[in-house]
T-cell receptor
Framework: EAAVTQSPRNKVAVTGGKVTLSCNQTNNHNNMYWYRQDTGHGLRLIHY???????EKGDIPDGYKASRPSQENFSLILELATPSQTSVYFCASGDAAGGVNYAEQFFGPGTRLTVL | QQNVQQSPESLIVPEGARTSLNCTFSDSASQYFWWYRQHSGKAPKALM?????GEKEEGRFTIHLNKASLHFSLHIRDSQPSDSALYLC?????????FGDGTQLVVKP
């Protein structure tokens, strides 16, 4: 089964500070994704990547940057954190090949970020 | 832009009931349709999928897909307290996946 890990699992940051959330996957998936999930709600796509060196904007990219230095690693960067970015952040990976599995995403355990 | 909507937003059912969750989508060219389940405090995990019109059954879970009506659903037979979770539908279209906002299901013993 796909293995996606995230670090840190919990983070408290101050307003205006820089925060980096890291994600690592060991299944050689081309595609990786960053989502945020607010209490009781669905997933909102922030950034995604089709492979090393590529990043694409999702539905809510403002205030976030992404970096994909390698096939395995995908980072989400908050240059100037704000309290509105308090949320749970999930990283996911998925296969880029065709077929039904193309839509299956494998999620990491999540990072709970609190910005004070 | 794909628009994926789920209903109801929340649902409380007694143990043993049959539960139905709904998902509508806007892009008729959509190809693959998934249900994900997320237990409280955990990551979403793929539950089951369908890509052609009709029905697919896996244990107590059944997916129905009707592309013409832009609708698919998840039915849970003999609902158990362990089924209590947030259920997210997902649709592949425009080279990416779109998630609905979820249905929060509570199964009361």
């Amino acid at each position: 089964e796909a293995a996606v890990t995230q670090s840190p699992r919990n983070k408290v940051a101050v307003t205006g500070g820089k925060v980096t959330l890291s994600c690592n996957q060991t299944n050689n998936h081309n595609n990786m994704y960053w989502y945020r999930q607010d209490t009781g709600h669905g997933l909102r796509l922030i950034h995604y990547s089709y492979g090393a060196g590529s990043t694409e904007k999702g539905d809510i990219p403002d205030g976030y940057k992404a970096s994909r230095p390698s096939q395995e690693n995908f980072s989400l960067i908050l240059e100037l954190a704000t309290p509105s970015q308090t949320s749970v952040y999930f990283c996911a990976s998925g296969d880029a090949a065709g077929g039904v599995n193309y839509a299956e995403q494998f999620f990491g355990p999540g990072t709970r970020l609190t910005v004070l | 832009q794909q628009n994926v909507q789920q209903s109801p937003e929340s649902l409380i059912v007694p143990e043993g009931a049959r539960t139905s969750l709904n998902c509508t989508f806007s892009d008729s060219a959509s190809q693959y349709f998934w249900w994900y389940r997320q237990h409280s405090g955990k990551a979403p995990k793929a539950l089951m999928s369908i890509f052609s019109n009709g029905e697919k059954e896996e244990g107590r879970f059944t997916i129905h897909l009707n592309k013409a009506s832009l609708h698919f659903s998840l039915h849970i037979r003999d609902s158990q307290p362990s089924d209590s979770a947030l259920y997210l539908c997902a649709v592949r279209g425009n080279n990416r996946i779109f998630f609905g906002d979820g249905t929060q299901l509570v199964v009361k013993p």
